[in-house]
């Protein structure tokens, strides 16, 4: 069996000691390939696919991705590198600034015979948002036919909606681009409150509502520390209250830890229900640890 996500990863400059900066890698895809690679049993592939570029910080970041255990499933842009964000925290809360514009990533969609070949023979096949944001209009275009083809042949196709305002160009060309991601999908991941901003939704059910008409066998609203609202075709509507973290260090990757939750729960054939349970399990654990990727949370085996 083979999984397949699929992005952008970046260099991470996070605070250190002494006003000095870490370097590591992530980014919402990545993030969630690596958690699934933690929660799914060993005989499945868990890729990551993304381009990079020729020199050296791209040649440290394949590396990288094939020491998680993630099979890097890479093409390279010698005119191109990769993007970098660096953290900066003031009283707690955490603030990004981004260097994308060289991203290789951006190209992901550029050569659609390699596209389709990425997407030939997966089981599952995860995308974001951010996935959609950072391309050409066009290649938004493509990257969704294609997914549409692979979902056709037999791809479980996810979308995480993950929404971030500023990588659009505007707020009409965000919510088109949502909806035709949505379009491409069989599972989509929705945060309600984004819903709200991009088309006012006023309950978790009107989002449902739209995902379902666009074609999607299952939606799981998340909504934060509240209620999640979850439907499937097969099996109808469902609730699930996370219990509460006792105390939110760093909420960051905590949507990405839960698709895969979820995603890796579907695929051994977890109810919707059970899927979520085990989605918020873990992303209530991610949150209780700083940065994006918590190999503490899985010593002494996995949740």
Known sequence: MKFLSMGEIMVEMAPADAGLFRMGFAGDTFNTAWYARRLLPAAWDVAYGTVIGTDAVSDDMATFIEAQGVTPALRRDPSRTVGLYMIQTQNGER??????????AKTL??????????LAD??????SGITLAILAPHARQTLCDALKRARQNGAHVSFDTNLRPRLWEDAQTMAAGLTLGASTADTVLPSFDEEQLAFGDSHPDDTIRRYADLGATTVAVKNGANICHLWSSAEGDARYDPPAVAQVIDSTAAGDSFAAGFLCARAQEAS????AKQAATLAGAVIQHKGALAPQIFEGGTQ
Do not use: K, N, T
Request: charged fraction near 25%.
């Open 109 to 118: 969609a550029d050569e659609p015979a390699w596209l389709d070949d990425l």
């Open 95 to 104: 603030s990004f600034s981004y260097w994308r514009g060289q991203s290789a």
């Open 272 to 275: 919707v229900l059970d899927a």
């Open 122 to 127: 997966r089981d599952i096949i995860h995308f």
